[in-house]
């Protein structure tokens, strides 16, 4: 779907973005991200065809970014971080307003206003979007970019800066949208959410590209395992006690396995036992050290 060779991109001397090489699958998620400044936002414009990248190729659909990328964003729906509403208008108002940019006919329309309004909940559509809370705004945002039902989405931080519960619903609503067939390339500071819907993430900093994997490939590589077993025995032994129980942690497979035999042999009684994975946060905080 999105291919990426060589890219970079400067502004006088500064190197946003320093020779990166990235593929999108059609029909995943990939989460960019990265810290302020990484690039994350500048690759999403050169994607989406709103500015060219200063060396390397971008193929988007097949197609060559550099000549075609007015057939190409016909396809496209994107979201910028930041995408201030016509406060004057009501949701409908704006998005019909939208529609007839896209070129959609007014019948065609108003039926998919009408159903992106309804899955994104945005009830209170006769009220001004200047009287909207942040959540709803972006929302309106989100039907926007959705109105021509684009094969590919770029969403920069769709959730920045909302509550919680907004957020959340934002997130599991781009997991549906994966599941109606959709691409959706996006960056988010918020890493649990990331590891939550993403089938592979991007790790950029200073422009250069750290990784791109898959969540369970990325730990292996990059985290950590522990194991902790807790159990009971009368007898007195060398491990970690707490509220009467024992307690045994470690990071090899074959130590926990060999206590796991010895609580079997001698019958003692086994508790709990569990796996602790390292969460993206972890490895990202690592990376960027």
Request: hydrophobic share 40%.
């Amino acid at each position: 779907m999105i291919k990426l060779k060589g890219v970079t991109k400067l502004y006088k001397d500064f190197v946003a973005v320093d020779n990166l090489d990235l593929e999108v699958k059609e029909g995943e998620i990939l989460g960019i991200i990265g810290h302020n400044g990484a690039g994350k936002s500048t690759t999403l414009k050169m994607i989406a065809g709103l500015t060219a990248p200063t060396y390397g190729s971008i193929h988007v659909m097949g197609k060559d970014m550099a000549k075609e990328s007015t057939y190409v964003k016909r396809y496209i729906g994107y979201l910028p971080e930041e995408s201030p509403l016509y406060e004057n208008m009501t949701a409908s108002e704006y998005l019909l307003f939208f529609s007839e940019l896209y070129g959609m006919p007014s019948k065609d329309a108003k039926k998919r206003i009408d159903m992106l309004l309804k899955a994104l909940k945005l009830d209170e559509q006769n009220k001004l979007t200047g009287e909207f809370s942040k959540g709803m705004k972006r929302k309106v945002a989100i039907a926007r970019s959705l109105l021509h039902d684009p094969k590919l989405l770029i969403f920069d931080e769709p959730n920045s800066g909302l509550d919680p519960l907004t957020s959340f619903f934002i997130i599991d609503y781009l997991k549906n949208l994966k599941g109606q067939g959709k691409t959706i390339l996006l960056s988010a500071h918020n890493l649990f959410h990331v590891e939550y819907i993403c089938d592979r993430v991007a790790i950029i900093k200073g422009g250069k590209l750290l990784v791109c994997d898959t969540m369970d490939s990325i730990r292996k590589s990059l985290g950590s395992r522990e194991y902790e077993v807790i159990f009971w025995s009368g007898d007195n032994l060398d491990y970690e006690r707490s509220d009467g129980n024992y307690i045994f942690k470690t990071t090899s497979i074959g130590e926990m396995a060999s206590v796991l035999k010895n609580i079997s042999e001698n019958n003692w009684a086994l508790i709990d036992l569990s796996i602790k994975q390292s969460a993206l946060e972890d490895i990202y905080v690592k990376l960027m050290a």
